[in-house]
Structure formats: C-alpha cells, structure tokens
C-alpha cells in the first residue's frame, strides 16, 4: 500500500527556516510527479511546489526565491526546503503524488493520486 510520510514540521519565528520531508513507501518512485500543498486554518488548500520527474519544478508566487523543492531518488525522498518563512506560511503541509511524471493535476489544482497526512507548520512573527 502506498504511504506518504511528512516530516519536519514544527514552531519557528519569522525568518527563520525548516526542511520538510516526504517518504514514500511501496512506491515506484521513477514514475510520480511529487508535490506539496499547504493549508492554512479557514483557507483553502493550496500548491506550494511540485518536481515532476524530469526534474521540471513549479513553485507558488508567495514562495519563489524562498523555498527549494529536492527529490532525492536514492532514498524515495522529496524534501522542501523553506527559508525566511514568515507568519503566512503557517498551515499544516501535505505531500501529494501524481502520475505519471508530470505536474499535471498540481497545476489543474491538487487533482493528485496520493497524499500524505500532513505535518504541522507554525511560523510565529
């Protein structure tokens, strides 16, 4: 059965920065585009990074230049790496599949194949 697992979440202040992680388990990691989404309490769900699995990557406008998304297929990772986040940013994160390869279905909205539970995000001003 196919899992996502996220990881890394936690409490940080403006500014500062957190790594969150993605496992994928019982996953044929070559054939999935990977993405993130991020829901804030009283606001809709949305996209926050994808790589498709050429390496293709897409990011929100409210994070580009701030946040780097890293597949690592050597260990079924995906990893989104977030830098001078700030109050905004807070919202449980999601890690979410698509297949095959492509980022369609993030593009189209979060229309994704898998997803993971979630990990707490909490950035304080």
């Known amino acids: 059965q196919v899992q996502l697992v996220e990881s890394g979440g936690g409490l940080v202040h403006t500014g500062e920065s957190l790594r969150l992680s993605c496992a994928a388990r019982e996953f044929e990691f070559h054939y999935w585009a990977m993405a993130w989404f991020r829901q804030a309490p009283g606001k809709e769900r949305e996209g926050v990074s994808c790589i498709a699995t050429d390496d293709t990557l897409e990011y929100a406008d409210s994070v580009k230049g701030r946040f780097t998304i890293i597949r690592d297929t050597t260990k079924n990772m995906v990893h989104l790496q977030m830098n001078n986040l700030r109050p905004e940013d807070s919202g449980v994160y999601y890690c979410?599949?698509?297949?095959?390869?492509?980022?369609?279905?993030?593009?189209?909205?979060?229309?994704?194949?898998?997803w993971g539970k979630g990990t707490q995000v909490t950035v304080a001003p």
């Open positions: 979410a599949a698509e297949g095959p390869y492509k980022c369609t279905g993030y593009r189209a909205g979060g229309f994704m194949d898998h």
